[in-house]
């Protein structure tokens, strides 16, 4: 599977370690303004650059959801609206 992981720090790149274990291809996306997006969309950002990120590359709005390509994030951040 090909995965595509927005940032490049500590949360990114353990994510990517195990999706790399798993056998799957993993591209980091930091700051390029044309990114080709993947399969399963990580994103490892600091919460305030999610809004960025979500219009920048035309994200669909987050869930809590994975169906239906939604996004999960981390408890400790609140959802974006």
Known sequence: MN??????GNIA???AKNF????NVVKYVVHETDAKLDEIIVLAV???AVD???NRFELPPPTHSLR???FLRTPKYPPVN
Not at 3 to 8: D, E, N, R, S
């Open 68 to 70: 239906g390509g939604g």
């Open 13 to 15: 790149a353990a994510i």
């Open 46 to 48: 600091p919460y305030p």
């Open 20 to 23: 790399e274990t798993a056998g």
């Open 3 to 8: 995965i595509t992981i927005f940032g490049k």
């Open 52 to 54: 960025d990120v979500i």
